[in-house]
């Protein structure tokens, strides 16, 4: 994706104006890293990444540009060409290859290279494998004792979700930064809307209502030399074990905007619809092409998602959040955020800075690190995917499903181990009403 605008801002005017900024805009001269210390923020932060496409590759980048002192120094990825594809494009960009210090010991291929990258005495990781392995990843990161960007979402399945909340509690206990891939959370104009609505600028929340409508997710052509999870991990999307359907690995912006909008507070219950219209029987996957979820909280608010995958048709990513004095439009990729007040008037729209959202991240990752107070966003990182997942569940079976129906599932996924030569079992298409939930 591109910044969202050429405006940029200084490290300092950045920091006073992140409402997740160190304490006072101030970045101290002392890098704390758990057991050890170190001196001076000119420390260089030495970066490993896990997970070389597109996405990890782009966060790699944004990374080493979010300030001078940090370096690349390690990448592993199930496979070899996606790895030197990712190593070769960051050391060829003009503006971070410098910074690409990975030498050829550095390099990890299979499907524990996600060990060696933490255990090659990096300072941070970058956690950008398909979700599925997310959980894993990132319980290892937090026994090596790393600061951590995760991207999202972090799990794909209750067991995943359940997994990480006590990752999080030990990675609190231990210090530890872990930042959120939410990009949105990120964005300076979003925060300024999502500021307004938590402190009452639209009066009380009466709905939320948000789309994420897009083409058809990315495939790859099946090598028929490829084994059974080959096959599964090149076309991750398609698998809900690995993506957790398109509902929580890209409609889960959605999900969690609606999450802020609400304090971080989780819905009680969640209805859906969904299915497959266009996509052809044969093709690799099992995954819904659409979902239509209606959210409930216990106040009675109600939040109304809608996403599709579909090729030729009319694309819309926004969030619109309805209040008793106003609401709030929330606009992604197309403007800058405004409220519309009682009056039918905009009473406000946002007109300050906005720096790229990718490497803001990055940018208040390394900041809290230094300042000695690690940004963590575990929880709600957690709480987000998992509202994801409970609005999948409710749209496979048909069923209503409450959150302590979600987080409590039986439902496993995601195998305990893994193997080239085998891979979870595909099953049918699920047809609400039929298919149980578990």
Not at 13 to 36: E, N, Q, Y
Not at 37 to 50: D, P, R, W
Not at 180 to 204: M, N, P, T
Request: net charge neutral; with cysteine.
């Amino acid at each position: 994706m591109n910044p969202l605008s050429d405006k940029q801002t200084s490290r300092r005017d950045f920091i006073k104006t992140s409402s997740t900024a160190v304490i006072g805009g101030a970045v101290t001269s002392s890098l704390l890293f758990p057991g050890r210390t170190l001196g001076e923020e000119t420390k260089v932060l030495k970066i490993g990444l896990i997970g070389c496409g597109g996405r990890g590759s782009g966060a790699a980048k944004d990374a080493l540009m979010a300030e001078p002192n940090v370096q690349l120094v390690a990448m592993g990825d199930a496979f070899e060409d996606r790895l030197q594809a990712g190593l070769d494009n960051l050391k060829k960009d003009p503006e971070v290859g410098s910074k690409v210090k990975v030498d050829a010991a550095k390099c990890f291929v299979g499907l524990d290279a996600y060990k060696k990258v933490i255990d090659s005495g990096i300072d941070v990781v970058l956690l950008a494998s398909p979700p599925g392995f997310r959980s894993f990843h990132l319980k290892y990161a937090v026994e090596k004792n790393k600061h951590i960007f995760s991207e999202k979402p972090i799990c794909t399945d209750a067991f995943g979700y359940r997994s990480v909340m006590e990752t999080v509690a030990e990675s609190k206990k231990k210090n530890l930064a872990l930042t959120a891939g939410f990009c949105w959370r990120s964005h300076l104009a979003q925060r300024a809307v999502y500021e307004k609505i938590l402190g009452g600028e639209i009066g009380d929340i009466r709905s939320i209502y948000g789309t994420y409508n897009t083409g058809e997710a990315r495939g790859v052509l099946v090598n028929p030399a490829w084994g059974p999870l080959e096959q599964q991990m090149r076309n991750w999307m398609h698998f809900t074990w690995l993506s957790g359907d398109h509902i929580v690995e890209q409609a889960i912006h959605n999900v969690d905007l609606m999450n802020w909008a609400m304090g971080n507070k989780m819905p009680t219950k969640c209805i859906a619809h969904g299915g497959r219209q266009i996509r052809p029987e044969s093709m690799v996957g099992h995954i819904f092409d659409h979902f239509s979820v209606v959210y409930e909280w216990d106040n009675g608010v109600k939040g109304f998602l809608f996403c599709r995958q579909q090729a030729g048709c009319a694309s819309d990513n926004t969030e619109t959040v309805f209040g008793s004095k106003g609401t709030a439009h929330v606009r992604l990729f197309k403007g800058n955020p405004y409220i519309i007040g009682a009056k039918n008037e905009r009473s406000w729209t946002y007109d300050g800075p906005t720096p790229n959202m990718y490497r803001v991240e990055h940018q208040e990752l390394f900041a809290s690190i230094r300042a000695g107070k690690p940004r963590n966003d575990g929880e709600w990182l957690a709480n987000s995917s998992m509202m994801g997942v409970m609005g999948r569940m409710a749209g496979y079976t048909g069923e209503e499903i409450s959150w302590d129906q979600a987080v409590n599932s039986q439902e496993k996924l995601v195998p305990d181990d893994f193997d080239w030569k085998t891979a979870p079992p595909v099953p049918p298409l699920a047809i609400p009403g039929k298919t149980k939930f578990i």
